[in-house]
């Protein structure tokens, strides 16, 4: 069974830095798009980045251009996502998801998600 397990969430202070990974198992991560996306209550879940099957990376909002990368181990059958210089605007549930090898921006094209990790940025 395909799944998805977050983790590397947790509260750090505005500047700091997280690393979360996304570790999946039940198939290879070679032919499969991963992206990370992020929700905060009362609104709609928002792409923040993808690796493709062919590793190309794309990050979506201007505000985490620069400071977020996204990598991934296939030998690990793990997906990154570095996160410095973390603002309280960061604050949200992250989850990863994947599709079949092209990234999208768009939540619905996404066939597998992860359970979530809560990312909390506040002094």
């Known amino acids: 069974q395909l799944q998805l397990v977050e983790s590397g969430g947790g509260l750090v202070q505005p500047g700091g830095s997280l690393r979360l990974s996304c570790a999946a198992s039940?198939?290879?991560?070679?032919?499969?798009?991963i992206g990370w996306f992020r929700q905060v209550p009362g609104k709609e879940r928002e792409g923040v980045s993808c690796?493709?099957?062919?590793?190309?990376?794309?990050n979506y909002p201007d505000s985490v251009k620069g400071r977020f990368t996204i990598s991934r181990d296939n030998a690990k059958n793990t997906v990154y996502l570095q996160m410095n210089n973390l603002k309280p605007e960061d604050t949200a549930v992250y989850y990863c998801?994947?599709?079949?090898?092209?990234?999208?921006?768009?939540?619905?094209?996404?066939?597998?998600w992860g359970q979530g990790t809560q990312v909390t940025i506040s002094s």
């Open positions: 690796t493709s099957s062919s590793g190309g990376s794309t």
């Open positions: 039940g198939f290879t991560l070679d032919d499969y798009a």
């Open positions: 998801a994947a599709r079949s090898y092209y990234c999208s921006a768009v939540r619905s094209r996404f066939d597998h």
